[in-house]
């Protein structure tokens, strides 16, 4: 149950480029991605998944490159969350493999993550009005630099807490 | 108790990572919330995580079976603290398969809340099968931390080879004074008649033989036979041994041997046990159901153990191998090495005979059938007549055991000549 749920979020990372963009080097990189998650949901291995994630990213990124219109925060949240919840998914069929009782488990799984994104999508508005207030007092010349700036204080901060020793 | 970040941490910072760079290189916001659902997961590991409390019990319903018999293994957990994700893995021994259910188990449990594991584990081997350790390992609901305990509680389950009920036993030539089931040459008090002689002062009037008294024209008594025990030591030859997997010829070996305890020992005699192989174990020769336990467990130990040494069976002490015991030794006849022994304790004067187990039955049935493979098992079995030719030239009493003829069978004929031999004295 865990494979389809892993199977159809691939799907919807799959979809949410497509709907923004259409060129044929997009429907490539998903079916790409498609395929990575097929090998991982089949043979249980963590990396392919990963690599599918990465391989979503790089098409939905193309996507918004490509995009006569400028897309919407929301599907870029949805196309996130599909991500984590791919991800997510994956681990827990590995995990609960050859394991008996996994109803219980997507039961309170489907809770969990229905409450997540709402909670998600509630930090993507405030984000946005925050964002909102502080972009015009940003240098357009330092904009660059403090994006890339903090994109690595986020990554560093993230790697500390899965280090620390109470994690 | 282990705890460890999860490699989904690592998974997520990856895919994060990526997304940032893509979102700084094309200078795209949308990327940036891309990310975002991603690192709130990740965040949840900047929360102080505490060990799960749980308790946990683990019942197994029997500790001695006999092959082929199940036990039933249920395991209870009882939350203390929300448990997300609980994965159970009871013990599965090697050497034993699931009958029913499986020993792994997925639950998600709510404080207060208790989940089970119940499966069905068959054992078709005999051994002493380990049941002592659960794992429980457990994840917080994003999977980013794990959790694993093994809980060990010493739960052993002896599996004791299947034994088939016999009728027929190779009777013993020498008895003890020990009242039991074989009827000695010796006469004396017993209620099998042995000879009529002439009444003499001191016989009872209840011995009077009415009839030949009456024929005669004078008092006859009739004398009856002892009613004696014996000591009988059984020999597993664990050598060498053939057969598909639980089917080799030591494991019907072992099945012959536990059969032919239990009936002996039912039969009031002294039975003892010597593993003739590449190590030596034996149980001196008693009675009684806890001894029929001490030759069980030994069973159990049987194995074959290569070596190139020659065990010499002088080394057995007295004790173990009396001198008036029917040796009854259960063999393939695949190593020159208890042949050997075999002889030397026929010319030692022991009361022998040669349960031979027949390898030729049990391997034919792995091997495809075809002319050659015929053939050669007809080689075979001739070469192993001739063999078993010689063993009877040197006045050893032969049984050969085709299974999966009934062991019952291969034990009868013997049976009727040795009861004859018996009975002479």
């Known amino acids: ?167 | 108790m282990t705890r460890r970040v999860t490699p989904l941490a690592g998974s997520l910072l990856t895919v994060i990572a990526w997304s940032l760079s893509l979102a700084v290189l094309t200078a795209r916001v949308e990327l940036l919330f891309v990310a975002l659902p991603l690192a709130l997961a990740a965040a949840t590991l900047a929360r102080r995580s505490s060990a799960p409390e749980y308790s946990l019990t683990c019942d197994v319903s029997a500790d001695r079976v006999f092959e082929g018999e199940t036990v039933t293994v249920t395991i209870s957990v009882t939350a203390k603290s929300a448990l997300a994700v609980v994965i159970l893995r009871g013990p599965l021994p090697p050497n034993t398969e699931l009958a029913l259910g499986h020993h792994r188990r997925a639950m998600s449990l709510r404080p207060g809340e208790t989940g089970s594991c119940r499966y069905e584990v068959r054992a078709p081997l005999r051994g002493a099968h380990d049941f002592s350790s659960v794992i429980v390992h457990v994840r917080d609901r994003w999977g980013m931390r794990a959790w694993e305990r093994r809980h060990v509680d010493r739960r052993v389950v002896h599996a004791y080879p299947r034994v088939a009920p016999l009728r027929s036993l190779p009777r013993p030539l020498h008895t003890h004074t020990s009242i039991g089931d074989h009827v000695s040459p010796a006469l004396g008090e017993g209620i099998e008649p042995g000879d009529v002689r002439q009444f003499a002062p001191g016989d009872q009037v209840r011995q009077v033989n009415w009839r030949a008294s009456l024929r005669l024209g004078a008092l006859y008594v009739t004398q009856h036979r002892h009613e004696r025990n014996a000591d009988v030591v059984l020999m597993l030859d664990t050598l060498a041994a053939v057969g598909p997997r639980h089917e080799t010829t030591l494991d019907l070996g072992v099945r012959a041997v536990a059969s032919l305890a239990t009936a002996y020992l039912g039969r009031k005699d002294r039975v003892g046990l010597i593993n003739y192989g590449g190590t030596i174990d034996w149980v001196r020769p008693g009675s009684g159901r806890v001894h029929y336990e001490r030759l069980a467990d030994t069973l159990l130990k049987a194995a074959v153990v290569f070596t190139y040494v020659t065990k010499d069976l002088g080394f057995v002490p007295a004790r173990v191998l009396p001198p008036h015991a029917l040796v009854i030794a259960v063999t393939p006849l695949l190593d020159a090495r208890f042949t050997k022994a075999a002889l030397d304790l026929a010319a030692r004067g022991f009361d022998l005979v040669l349960l031979v187990v027949s390898p030729v039955s049990v391997t034919r049935a792995t091997l495809p059938t075809s002319p050659i493979n015929e053939l050669a098992c007809r080689l075979w079995t001739l070469e192993r007549r001739a063999a078993l030719a010689a063993f009877r030239r040197h006045g050893i009493a032969v049984a050969e055991w085709n299974p999966p003829e009934p062991l019952e069978g291969a034990l009868a004929t013997l049976a009727r000549r040795r009861a004859r031999m018996a009975i002479a004295g």
């Open chain 1, 1 to 167: 149950m865990m494979r389809l749920a892993t199977a159809g979020f691939a799907l919807v990372a799959f979809v949410v480029p497509m709907l923004t963009a259409r060129p044929r080097p997009l429907i490539v990189a998903g079916l790409i991605g498609l395929l990575l998650t097929a090998v991982g949901i089949t043979a249980l291995w963590r990396w392919p998944i990963t690599v599918a994630a990465c391989v979503f990213s790089i098409a939905y990124a193309a996507a918004v490159w490509a995009a006569p219109a400028r897309p919407s925060i929301g599907s870029a949240t949805a196309f996130g969350l599909s991500l984590l919840l791919m991800l997510h998914a994956a681990e827990l069929a590995r995990c609960t493999r050859r394991a008996t009782g996994a109803a219980g488990i997507i039961r309170s799984q489907t809770v969990a993550w229905l409450g997540f994104t709402a909670g998600t999508v509630s930090t993507a508005l405030l984000v946005m009005a925050l964002a909102a207030g502080f972009v015009a007092s940003i240098p357009i010349g330092a904009a660059p630099l403090m994006a890339a700036a903090g994109a690595l204080g986020t990554l560093l901060a993230l790697a500390a807490m899965a280090r620390r020793p109470g994690a």
